[in-house]
């Protein structure tokens, strides 16, 4: 069967930095696959490469079949994309913002209010949907990106850290559309995540990454079960990278730090 996601000998260098490398993995249809690492690690850059937002140097990437070099187009139908940074517009109701997806994705205009009807829905937001975008709390905000995301119905949906910033009720609130829609619809999900727990909750498979490499590659119990009982992501970190998280994390540097704050505050303000 072709997988939803082949990603062979993937590189990409920012100048004489190298995010990714030599990176190859493969994720099946209907499948939750997470990439897990600290900061910086290249989970970013990866989805930005085969969503087609970033131009391919080195390597090749198919979805469903489709070669991302060669068919970005095809491609891009067949995702759906939660950026980190804000995607919304603030000065819109609810129903507005996807009503603009929908007609960006080229839902045919009959279809366009019951598909906007169905996204809302699943997301829990008809009873919000005629307030302006710019009222609603973090999670509420969350919900409304994965409902635009949601309105071409992908085959393929991509999350850049679904729940940063978001408080414990909110993230499993999301957690929870997202485990449904992937039931309802038999959907691939591929997220970006710093945390283990996240992994847990929705994950099939996940990746580990670290300098732009993978480092391991198994079910979030099978990377935790080889870092010993009880393993949090941190005991897995160090068990498969030699590395300890909290030395990288200082190591890194206050910009990224500030940054993910700076996008947490924009989200939540
Ligand atoms: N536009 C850019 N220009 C230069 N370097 C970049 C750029 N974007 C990312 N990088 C660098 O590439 C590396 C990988 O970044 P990337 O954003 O993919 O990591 P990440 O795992 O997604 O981290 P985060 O969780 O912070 O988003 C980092 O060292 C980062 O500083």
């Not at 082949?6 to 099946?28: K, M, P, Q, W």
């Not at 699943?122 to 307030?131: G, I, K, N, Y």
């Not at 850290?161 to 609130?173: F, N, Q, Y």
């Amino acid at each position: 069967m072709t997988a939803a996601i082949d990603i062979r000998a993937l590189g990409y260098s920012f100048g004489s930095h190298r995010a990714v490398d030599d990176l190859s993995l493969s994720v099946e249809a209907g499948e939750c696959f997470g990439l897990l690492g600290p900061n910086g690690a290249g989970k970013t850059t990866t989805i930005r490469l085969l969503n087609t937002l970033l131009p391919l140097q080195t390597g090749e990437v198919e979805i469903f079949g489709r070669s991302v070099r060669t068919e970005a187009m095809v491609v891009r139908r067949l995702l759906g994309y939660v950026p980190q940074q804000l995607s919304i517009e603030g000065a819109l109701t609810g129903r507005e913002n996807v009503e603009w997806f929908a007609r960006l994705f080229d839902v045919p205009r009959r279809e366009r209010a019951s598909r906007v009807d169905e996204v809302l829905d699943m997301v829990d937001l008809r009873a919000d949907e005629s307030r302006l975008a710019s009222t609603y709390s973090g999670g509420m905000v969350r919900r409304l990106e994965l409902a635009q995301a949601l309105v071409n119905r992908p085959a393929l949906l991509v999350l850049d850290e679904p729940t940063v910033g978001l408080d414990p009720v909110a993230r499993d609130s999301v957690w929870q559309r997202v485990a449904q829609m992937q039931r309802d619809h038999g959907m691939t999900v591929l997220l970006t995540t710093h945390y283990m727990e996240e992994a847990d909750a929705l994950c099939d498979r996940v990746a580990l990454m670290h300098r732009g490499a993978l480092r391991a590659l198994g079910s979030p119990d099978e990377l935790r079960a080889a870092a010993g009982p009880g393993a949090t992501l941190e005991d897995v970190f160090r068990h498969h990278t030699g590395e300890a998280l909290e030395d990288l994390d200082v190591e890194k540097g206050g910009l990224r730090g500030v940054r993910a704050t700076r996008r947490t505050a924009r989200r939540l303000g």
